[in-house]
């Protein structure tokens, strides 16, 4: 039965092995750093909406702001007026008499 006593010389070297292993040493701080590494919640940054930080969107509404200002002043009644009737007349969408055939 030699392959009985293979096996048992097999068991023992496995046993005298676990011998020589050296108890290791951990710093006592190890679990808790790797607790609040598995557990600290990570803050998910979107990938589209992060060029669109909180000072571009003021600057974009300042100039936002300043734009509507310039063409409010801008506008003129009458000259929106004039240019509505040209408009109007160039695509035949006015509604004057003295264009239409029908009357």
């Not at 006592?28 to 998910?44: G, H, I, Y």
């Not at 509505?84 to 969408?93: D, P, Q």
Request: hydrophobic share 40%; aromatic share 10%; glycine share 2%.
């Amino acid at each position: 039965m030699e392959i009985n006593k293979n096996i048992e010389d097999k068991v023992k070297d496995t046993l005298s092995a676990v011998d020589t292993i050296e108890a290791v040493k951990v710093s006592p701080f190890f679990k808790d750093k790797t607790m609040q590494k598995l557990f600290t919640e990570k803050e998910e940054v979107p990938l589209i909406g992060t060029w669109f930080s909180p000072k571009l969107q003021l600057a974009t509404l300042v100039c936002f702001i300043v734009l509507n200002i310039l063409a409010f002043t801008q506008l003129d009644d009458n000259k929106y007026d004039e240019d509505i009737s040209e408009f109007a007349e160039t695509y035949g969408l006015s509604s004057g008499s003295d264009t239409s055939l029908f009357n």
